[in-house]
């Protein structure tokens, strides 16, 4: 569980330090640009990763600040829970907020040493989890938004990054799900997702008799969806409709639509 909660860690900071040395080049404007998330600008998003550490720390990110009114974009309580902080800093310059984010990444750095790797701590889906494990999703929601940055301005990189294993790593877990729940997959149907470069896998979910859907390693597919891992993430993270990309689908095309319509797995 140490070694776990240490590489857990160390994609963590590795991604968070990629955002930083990125947001280091940003002109005034690129601070402004608007993002894939809903009302955020870029940011805004550096907010929120700001925002978050130091909520882990024990702190309120948006101490003393009182938001005029609920921004529309605003849709659930964890919408409502981020947003203060992120509101505070939006009449700050870019660069002061890129100040705070090395500063408490510094600052949760020195504090993670000290945490138990099995504490139980509840996740971001509702379960508990042993805190290393914990780390798996703060590592997937740090890298999920340096991706974010990186589109808006126009400057991909880091998308093979120790962080997107994490990021394959719950967003393949959550595949089940959208194939038998989400998209109505009947019994005994077997989807195949062909990911391509630059993190290459096949995740092949297959629905029992019992209508619940379950990872298999191997048999032919009902349904083949092939798409490169920038795709992939950007569905399943709900940046974007099936519209908005390229997917090859090969066999069933009507369960196509459904699965990729219902591909996000983020709040």
């Known amino acids: 569980m140490k070694t776990e909660m240490q590489a857990n860690v160390a994609a963590f900071e590795q991604t968070l330090r990629s955002t ?12 402004k640009r608007p993002t894939d998330c809903p009302g955020w600008s870029v940011q805004d998003v550096v907010s929120h990763l ?18 005029a009114e609920e921004p529309p974009h605003v849709r659930n309580d964890l919408g409502r829970l981020v947003e203060p902080g992120v509101d505070a800093r939006r009449g700050r310059p ?27 701590t509840m996740a971001p889906t509702g379960r508990t989890v042993p805190y290393a494990e914990f780390m798996v999703f703060r590592a997937f929601d740090c890298w999920i938004h340096e991706q974010d940055v990186r589109r808006a301005v126009g400057r991909p990189g880091n998308l093979d990054a120790p962080a997107a294993g994490c990021a394959r790593r719950i967003m393949e877990s959550g595949l089940p799900m959208v ?15 062909e990911v391509s470069a630059p993190l290459a896998f096949t995740a092949r979910v297959r629905v029992g008799e019992d209508g619940r859907a379950r990872a298999v390693d191997a048999g032919a597919a009902d349904l083949t969806l092939r ?20 997917v090859a689908a090969e066999g069933d095309t009507g369960l196509a639509d459904r699965v990729l319509a219902n591909m996000a797995l983020t709040p």
């Open 20 to 31: 930083i040395a990125l947001a280091e080049t940003f002109a005034p404007q690129d601070w």
């Open 50 to 67: 700001v925002g978050t550490e130091l909520m882990l720390l024990g702190e309120d990110p948006a101490a003393g600040h009182v938001m």
């Open 94 to 120: 870019g660069a002061d907020v890129l100040a705070e984010l090395r500063e408490v990444l510094d600052r949760r750095l020195a504090a993670l040493p000290g945490i138990d790797p099995e504490r139980p």
């Open 179 to 193: 194939v038998a729940k989400r998209a109505g997959a009947g019994a005994g149907t077997t989807v195949a997702f």
């Open 227 to 246: 798409m490169d891992w920038e795709t992939f993430v950007r569905l399943a993270a709900g940046r974007c409709g099936p519209e908005d990309v390229t």
